[in-house]
């Protein structure tokens, strides 16, 4: 088991590095090819008054002349060791980590991914364990119950969940439960769980409602079809066959059987939503990674789409590290290999 949490480790680390460079180059070696020009890069952040020869000396001063190896490395040392950006009215110092430096707003991008991320990690949270006990026990009833009403009743709502976008369903939710009947708190609302635990999951009930009420609905249809499959396999008549009680069966035997692929699909699920739920987010005016990610496309600042880019990447490579981890636990063949 140690070699096993060993190698995922390195894969993992080998991940970090080949997603950083591919995610570089996206931004910066990719426009060349396309015939962009270093000082076309320059432009966004001088003036539109800006001569040619200032727009020049802007990208010779942020480096945007260097071969891209060269801008590359020069960003991922400034990670570890911070970096100082020359624009001609000054010099900016970007404190380690440095994740970039926004030239438009004139703010480093790591504190501001720092001040967003608790808002994505509490709503993500929130909604993941409500949608993953709520699928998953409905689930496994639908699968014991097959063909009932309930069966019938309970697919019928997840595919009604499945088929609806998030805003539709948050927008609705929002006039309904928010702005008519004032149960739960309107949008653009966010306590840290830090100044008053009541207040933060007040503040982010229906965000958790609304979110999960999506994934809910593929958690139980996967469960369900996971549980149909496992009930018919041998070991689960030899088990009955023992005399172990329904209970022990269907819970320590059947269920665990179904939920490798519920594990997988969650993983990748919770990773690329804490690299920002970005349409849950506009719709409730919620300022996570998501909403920051979207107003950086708008805004076309580089650097921040780039930094957000990369904690996503980051978070869908640690939620598979641990999916994998948690499969040498959910099967001993895991471990054996």
Known sequence: MFAY???RLLWAVLLLIVLSMVTFSIFYL???LAGASPETLAARYVGRAATPETVHLTAERLG?????????W???KGVFTGAEYDYGAGVETCPAPCFGYSFITRQAVWPELLDRAPVTISLVVGASLIWLIAGVTVGVISALRRGTVFDRGAMGV????????IFFTGLVALAFFSYRLGITAPGGQFVPFSENPALWAYSLLLPWI???FLF???YARLTRAGMLETMSEDYIRTARAKGLAERKVILKHALRGALTPVVTIFGLDVGLLLGGAVLTEKTFSLNGLGKYGYDAIVQGDLPKILGVTLVAGFFVIIANLIVDLLYGVIDPRVRLE
């Open 5 to 7: 949490i060993v190698r």
């Open 158 to 165: 997840a595919l009604a969940g499945v088929s609806l976008p």
């Open 216 to 218: 809910a609905a593929q």
């Open 30 to 32: 990719i426009p060349r």
């Open 74 to 76: 020069n960003w991922i």
């Open 64 to 72: 945007l002349l260097d071969p891209v190896p060269v801008q590359y």
């Open 210 to 212: 609304t979110l999960s």
